[in-house]
């Protein structure tokens, strides 16, 4: 069975992926192939395209296309729930009443015209929608390769009205215990509250969660932003996740907290800069986080960690790794899966696993992120000499110990090597890496390659067999989706990739997934003892991943970058 999970239902973060019979054999976001963040507003023209050529699949030949927004019943509690929530904006509580599924048939319109442009036959191929925080669930259910029963989260920013999702899988199936609906989201809370501190939403969250580790939690009490109620929570819409005429405004941008916030915090951040307060800010904002999902958890989950101590979690907020470094501290959790392209991107898998499962393929767990294009050394090749003036190059002779050399001499290089990766994370497909314990170095990639904000941490990829050494757990970590301690006799050995907090978000790499990339890492333990690299994303400050040799090129000579490794070819600027 052939499946294409399409998604861009909410605006942003469109994408693709492809499975056949019941194996994940390709996806990839639209950003990547349109070069702007989030490809926001389009539709996965680019994306679609590549998995069904990469997988050399006719668009006739696709059985399923799965969509991950599906139509609400009006005699449900969902729509309902948005009406009472938004009775403040008449229009937007009536049109959830009378016309609540409005948004999805224009989508499904959408959909059906890009089938259309790609060849697909609808007299063939099935249109199948499947709820937003289902695909979220079933990413992380369906590709978790747990067996047996086990916990599902979703905490997102919103889908058609649900925002937050709890629930268990037993036997393929998932079970729906609560779903807590718009406006009362804690995904949706943390998204106001980083617009407030100077950031975009659905981009800079991770910021804010960055910053928290600068603050302290306890200086000021955010607590009245989430009111407690029996068996759940409201957010306190006098403050944040509010429409129309209650947003804050200045100048032409609307925000989505109120006047009211601003008087009480005070005005809105501004700058790169992370100081006092909204440093403060920002640590108990997370802790708030932190806080209710535990307490969400201890509410609806308990009862099914205790029987089985595992937890799939997808969603915006899954994307926190502070928070699943909380989760997995719970004594009635011993396993915890975090699907590596948590957010919306995510949902195009989503939809497809679980379509996938529901027509009776067997789903195969998700072993690696590695799902995007590649490019051969001939077409790295062709790429580099539309730049001749600009750079010198040449085939190395052994790629891994050559550029351990360069790592080594405390430079850091680009790294661009096989297919690329689906979701946020770079794990050494896409990378700018630096050798660790080099004193400097995390700071010269932010302020001369990424510029970026100076305190922005960066991350760890070490080896398999000294991961539990430095992380001091046998926890799996494949994806950089949880921070962890890091030992005190590594901190001093890896200074570059420990966070203000002592934590790193870690990326365990085995031989297996990334074969190349486990070699230079123990090309680097031979150099310099320490099996360990410093890795970020190849890509600047406000724009995507790099997809294509192209884009790596661009962004090379775009930044103070001395070293690019492209598959076999080392390229240095021109002298």
């Known amino acids: ?26 996806a990839a976001e639209e950003e990547r192939f349109t070069r702007e963040k989030h490809a926001k ?46 009775w403040y904006a008449p229009d937007r509580a009536l049109d959830a009443i009378f016309n609540g599924n409005r948004r999805y048939r224009a989508h499904r319109k959408k959909i059906m ?33 747990f067996e047996g029963k086990c916990a599902i989260m ?31 989201s804690l995904g949706g809370l943390y998204g106001s509250i980083t617009e ?50 209650r947003r804050h405004i200045d100048g032409a941008q609307s925000f989505y907290f109120t006047d009211a916030l601003v008087d009480w915090l005070g005005p809105r951040r501004v700058g790169d800069a992370a100081h006092d307060p909204y440093i403060h800010y920002a640590a108990s904002m997370q802790a708030l986080l932190e806080h209710w999902v535990l307490k969400l958890v201890d509410e609806y989950l308990a009862d099914v960690l205790a029987e089985t101590g595992k937890l799939a979690f997808a969603g915006g907020s899954a994307l926190n790794v502070k928070l699943n470094q909380r989760l997995l501290a719970r004594d009635d959790l011993e396993e915890l899966f975090v699907q590596p392209a948590a957010g919306d991107s995510g949902t195009a898998l989503g939809a497809a696993t679980f379509i996938a499962q529901q027509k009776g393929d067997q ?27 600009q750079c010198e190059w040449r085939r190395m002779e052994d790629t891994v110990s050559e550029t ?54 960066f991350c760890p990829s070490m080896l398999d067999r000294i991961a539990e050494e430095v992380l001091q757990t046998e926890h799996p970590a494949g994806f950089m989706t949880i921070t962890f301690d890091v030992a005190d006799a590594w901190k001093d050995r890896i200074p570059e990739v420990v966070h203000q907090d002592g934590t790193a978000r870690a990326q365990v790499v085995d031989p297996v997934s990334n074969p190349r990339y486990y070699a230079l890492l123990e090309a680097m333990e031979s150099r310099t003892g320490n099996g360990v690299l410093l890795n970020t994303s190849l890509n600047r400050r406000g724009e995507p991943l790099v997809c294509t040799p192209t884009d790596a090129l661009n962004m090379f000579f775009g930044c103070d970058l001395n070293y690019l490794v492209l598959e076999d070819w080392l390229v240095t600027k021109s002298k």
């Open 41 to 86: 507003k389009c539709l996965p023209v680019e994306s679609a395209k590549f998995c069904l050529e990469y997988a050399g699949v006719a668009p006739e030949q696709v059985d399923y296309v799965a969509f991950p927004f599906a139509p609400i019943s009006l005699f449900g509690p969902a729509r309902w729930a948005y009406a009472r929530a938004y």
């Open 154 to 184: 979703g905490v997102d920013g919103k889908g058609e009205y649900a925002t937050t999702f709890f629930g268990y899988g037993e036997r393929g199936q998932i079970h729906k215990i609560k779903e807590f609906y718009d406006p009362h």
């Open 404 to 457: 351990a050399d360069i790592l080594a001499a405390g430079q850091p290089v680009a790294w661009f090597h096989g297919r690329m990766e689906f979701g946020p994370r770079a794990l050494g497909g896409r990378s700018i890496l630096g050798c660790p314990s080099v004193e400097g170095i995390a700071d010269r990639i932010n302020e001369q390659i990424k510029f970026r904000e100076q305190w922005r941490p």
């Open 363 to 389: 789903v195969k767990a998700m072993q690696h992120a590695y799902l995007g294009p590649k490019y051969s050394n001939a077409a790295c090749l062709r790429a580099i000499e539309q730049h001749a003036d």
């Open 113 to 145: 015209a890009l089938g259309r442009e790609l060849g697909i036959d609808w007299n063939k191929t099935e249109y199948a929608p499947v709820e937003h925080h289902l695909s979220h669930a079933s990413s992380a259910y369906h590709l978790s390769g």
């Open 196 to 245: 407030y501190l100077g950031f975009e939403m659905l981009d800079g969250e991770y910021k804010v969660m960055g910053m928290a580790p600068y603050g302290d939690p306890t200086r000021y009490d955010l607590s009245r932003l989430v009111l407690p109620r029996k068996k759940g929570f409201a957010v306190n819409t006098k403050y944040a996740n509010v429409t129309g005429v």
């Open 1 to 26: 069975m052939i499946i294409l999970g399409l998604s861009g239902a909410l605006q942003h973060d469109p994408s693709a992926a492809l499975m056949i019979d019941g194996e994940v054999v390709a």
